[in-house]
């Protein structure tokens, strides 16, 4: 009885600890800021696979980059990508980062993958890129949000 009350506490406790992490939206903005922006050199240069190992936060949707719907511009698909933690139609709710390839994985494979179900595709583009030479990360644009919200202890009860 006496270790099923111990474990019953301490799971718990992970779950308590857990559920602290990155909760509002200033904690996430923050943690791009500081993680992601802010070390950006520790990416440039290195497989995007470098990036994927330290991120804290699961990507929930990619929208790729330089590609408008033109022939012309099918040699630039999948160059840049906005990596979403969060999809949120609101601009100044959402948390994305870019990131910028030196080369990106042939247009035959990456193609069919943005046009899945983001839940299923998500994974298989991360995959897709692991490899691929990073040439510019940055964390959204976080000035361009209304500056109260960056104060509210958490968005997500609206």
Not at 10 to 33: C, E, G, N, R
Not at 39 to 57: A, H, T
Not at 91 to 96: A, G, L, S
Not at 141 to 158: A, C, G, P, T
């Amino acid at each position: 009885m006496r270790t099923l009350f111990l474990a019953l506490i301490f799971f718990s406790s992970l779950s308590f600890a857990k559920a602290q992490q990155m909760t509002t939206y200033a904690d996430t903005s923050k943690y791009l800021i500081n993680e992601i922006e802010g070390k950006k050199s520790r990416y440039v240069g290195q497989p995007f696979s470098v990036l994927l190992n330290e991120l804290k936060l699961t990507p929930v949707r990619i929208l790729q980059g330089d590609w408008y719907g033109l022939d012309a511009d099918l040699p630039k698909f999948g160059k840049r990508l906005y990596i979403y933690f969060n999809y949120d139609r609101v601009f100044h709710k959402t948390h994305f980062i870019l990131v910028k390839f030196k080369t990106q994985p042939s247009l035959e494979v990456i193609y069919p993958l943005f046009f899945q179900d983001p839940k299923t595709a998500t994974k298989l583009i991360l995959e897709a890129y692991k490899n691929t030479i990073v040439t510019y990360v940055g964390a959204k644009l976080y000035e361009q949000d209304d500056s109260s919200i960056m104060n509210e202890k958490n968005l997500d009860d609206d």
